[in-house]
């Protein structure tokens, strides 16, 4: 079984939502790893915040943790829920066929009943499968939460931001696509 902690990034018209993919063992020590990376003061790594330098150091230092991280992106106007919603929903189906036990999403507040609404509709189609708890949590509350944000951020930005987090890219579906 895994866990999956998941956050978002949107790119001009095209939406991301990453998924930090960790076995059960890992979870503490990678927390560990990922708040070490703060800096004094520092209660969360919000990556479109930091300065390039430090986004370069953490990127990598993120490369290298034992995570998997699967990218969910399709293209999106002005109201970026409905894309959302559609990663979310392709999102669930993958996580089910994975064996993931736990899935903590990024708050978005008030937003966060459009998530609740397509993960029940997504859990009720596989009911034999619906072992998956999941919860939505500010990024303070879950170092592993950064990961996907990291990665999500990384992923949209292209070019050497993309090299950089390849290393735990595991899988990226485009929404666009059949």
Not at 33 to 61: N, T, W, Y
Request: charged share 30%.
């Amino acid at each position: 079984t895994v866990h999956a902690f998941v956050d978002e990034s949107q790119r001009g018209s095209r939406y991301y939502l990453a998924a930090a993919i960790v076995e059960p063992a890992r979870l503490g020590p990678t927390r560990r790893a990922l708040r070490a990376l703060l800096m004094p003061g520092q209660r969360e790594i919000h990556f479109c915040k930091e300065k390039p330098p430090r986004q370069r150091s953490v990127s990598d230092a993120v490369a290298r943790l034992p995570v998997k991280v699967r990218i969910y992106h399709r293209t999106c106007g002005r109201q970026n829920e409905p894309a959302r919603q559609q990663c979310v929903s392709a999102m669930v189906r993958d996580l089910l066929d994975i064996d993931a036990r736990r899935l903590v999403i990024d708050s978005r507040d008030e937003r966060d009943m459009h998530d609740q609404r397509t993960l029940h509709e997504a859990l009720v189609k596989r009911p034999q499968e619906s072992s998956l708890v999941y919860e939505h949590g500010p990024s303070t509350g879950d170092a592993l939460l950064w990961i996907a944000d990291v990665a999500a951020w990384c992923y949209g930005a292209g070019g050497s931001w993309r090299t950089r987090i390849n290393p735990i890219i595991g899988a990226v579906h485009d929404g666009d696509r059949p």
